[in-house]
């Protein structure tokens, strides 16, 4: 082929391209727009009463949850947890929503998901500044975290939950070939979700998103401890849905203590979601049992990240310390273990020791620049995470930075752990069993592949994991292995970007999956449905096996001679097959 026909096909293929895009957008209907008063204390300018030693629960008023920003100390808002009767309450509006919602259309249910998807476009730096003010991280970490992978669960349920949840017609197999066979994705009614305080946009918008596109309505059970933006989260989603002409009531958000959670998985939703750690998932996974409400739990986990001796450092220290300090380590998905080759090890411990060093900590809000790690949401988990690093220490680690919470010289209410970094550690210590959910850098050392792979499969936890190698089909193959729901060849927790690939763990990390397919049909009844394919063919119950039975011998050799006919290979058994029913039918 001439450079010159070459050249001509690839403007071809760039205008063809070009002309489908334009299309697209020609043909898809302007979302409609709407207005959410951002809330106050969202202003980084604001500020409030700094309380001394905050918690969200006060003794001498117990209803209430106190929402405080955990950077600042600030006191933003009390808020009332709500009672057991008014959970029923909201419950039974749930379902008169939901029984009008699941007669609309794929259609208009994208149009709520576009709509949704233009507020957060225009709307992400407020969105982020109230997650920043709840939970004390970064605007970068809540732009990760929060509204990219919110518009990615968007995106990809726009342009495929309809295919997905289309008729799904299935081979009836050689005996039935008379018939149609489909699965009808059929709507369970009301779901609910229980879901962690650490990215609190996206953890209570996601399942949301995926109960919508399903035909549900949905309960959320957000965390006590983001309890005041949560307030906010829920007015944008009703509010989204009443401007496209539906019953706000279709989607609920409550904020409350254990009682509260426990209510919402027994009020009669017929599905639940739960984020959160392995003890409380236990609980959840009892109650629901009494009820019979099936569950996916996603319990946390202790993700590894491999690096082989010939791993890219340049490109994966970046990632590595992404994974580590993200969100100040309170990610599910974040990086609690790496496993690193011997023969980089000391390299790699150097340069982590130079970067973690330089890591600054404070509010993003208040402070405004100069901060890489935000605070820690809750304010109770301290001693925890000392205990669990000098245990290491105790054992034979060596501790290079931090380990111990960070007294802010400014912020002196504020919630910090220092940035931490913990080499030399080894599987049998605790920390390399047990979920952080920190900024705390674990490294520990292995031999080659095979070591690796123990060593990494050692722990309770599933969820994620990473291997980095320029031997991209060596790294392939130990994913492979590894004890794990999710992996990740020279890259950290993508599996969650790619909103088409399902989501969830093994061991410890729970079961089930949200996210893709499986998590979109998994918020349905799959009711299996035939129907006759042929025109005047219907199934018929021969003379012989007809009620009431004139010999059970003859019935026998028949329904013997048809299963070998169906399904025997040998034609000869075939052929003795056929002669034996026209024999059992002429007698």
């Not at 970068?140 to 968007?154: F, P």
Request: net charge neutral; proline share 5%; with cysteine.
């Amino acid at each position: 082929m001439s450079e010159a026909s070459m050249v001509q096909w690839v403007v071809l293929g760039v205008g063809a391209l070009f002309s489908y895009f334009v299309m697209n957008w020609l043909s898809t209907p302007s979302p409609k727009k709407f207005v959410v008063k951002a809330p106050e204390a969202a202003d980084p300018k604001w500020k409030g009463t700094i309380l001394e030693n905050p918690t969200i629960r006060n003794a001498s008023d117990p209803s209430n949850i106190v929402c405080y920003d955990p950077a600042t100390g600030y006191h933003i808002a009390d808020i009332p947890s709500p009672s057991i009767k008014e959970v029923g309450e909201l419950y039974k509006r749930t379902v008169a929503a939901q029984e009008k919602w699941a007669k609309t259309t794929f259609e208009q249910r994208r149009n709520v998901l576009r709509s949704l998807l233009a507020f957060v476009l225009e709307n992400q730096e407020t969105i982020c500044q109230v997650g920043c003010r709840d939970t004390g991280k970064t605007m970068i970490d809540a732009s990760l975290g929060e509204v990219i992978t919110t518009c990615a669960k968007i995106r990809w349920t726009i342009d495929n939950g309809e295919s997905t949840l289309a008729d799904d017609y299935r081979s009836p197999g050689l005996m039935m070939m008379y018939k149609n066979s489909k699965v009808v994705y059929q709507p369970l009614g009301v779901v609910s979700a229980l879901v962690s305080w650490n990215y609190p946009f996206h953890n209570a918008i996601g399942p949301v998103i995926s109960a919508l596109m399903s035909g549900n309505g949905i309960i959320v059970k957000c965390s006590e401890y983001v309890a005041w933006s949560s307030s906010y989260y829920e007015k944008i989603i009703k509010t989204c849905l009443s401007v496209n002409g539906f019953d706000p009531d279709l989607v609920q958000f409550v904020s409350g203590f254990a009682d509260v959670g426990e209510e919402v998985v027994r009020c009669g939703v017929n599905h639940v979601t739960f984020i959160g750690s392995p003890p409380v998932g236990k609980l959840v996974q009892r109650n629901a049992s009494d009820h019979l409400v099936p569950c996916v739990l996603e319990l946390g986990g202790k993700d590894c990240a491999i690096l082989l001796k010939d791993a890219d450092l340049v490109q994966a220290i970046p990632v590595l310390m992404r994974g580590v300090f993200q969100n100040c380590g309170q990610n599910c998905i974040g990086i609690e273990r790496i496993i690193l080759a011997k023969e980089i090890y000391d390299k790699v411990v150097d340069e982590m020791d130079t970067r973690i060093s330089k890591l600054r900590q404070g509010s993003i809000l208040a402070d405004s620049e100069g901060v890489d790690c935000g605070a820690m949401t809750m304010g109770n988990q301290f001693e925890r995470l000392e205990a669990l690093v000098q245990d290491a220490v105790s054992k034979g680690a060596r501790l290079l930075r931090g380990g111990k919470r960070f007294h802010h010289p400014v912020h002196k209410s504020g919630q910090y752990f220092e940035p931490t970094l913990l080499v030399d550690v080894t599987p049998e210590m605790e920390i390399a069993n047990h979920e952080a959910f920190a900024p705390i850098m674990v490294i520990m050392k292995h031999n080659g592949p095979e070591d690796a792979i123990r060593v990494a499969n050692l722990c309770p936890y599933g969820l994620g994991s990473s291997v980095f190698s320029a031997d991209k089909a060596l790294a392939e193959s130990m994913c492979l292995r590894l004890k794990v729901g999710m992996a990740n060849v020279n890259d950290f927790a993508v599996n969650y970007l790619c909103q088409g690939l399902p989501f969830g763990g093994v061991g410890i990390s729970g079961y089930g999956r949200f996210a893709g397919q499986e998590g979109l049909r998994g918020l349905c009844v799959p009711k299996a449905v035939t129907t006759d394919r042929i025109p005047g063919v219907k199934t018929p119950i021969p003379p012989i096996l007809d009620y009431p039975i004139k010999s059970g011998a003859k019935g026998w050799i028949f329904v013997q001679g048809l299963v070998d006919l169906v399904y025997n290979p040998e034609l000869v058994a075939k052929a003795k097959a056929g002669i034996d029913l026209a024999k059992a039918t002429m007698t």
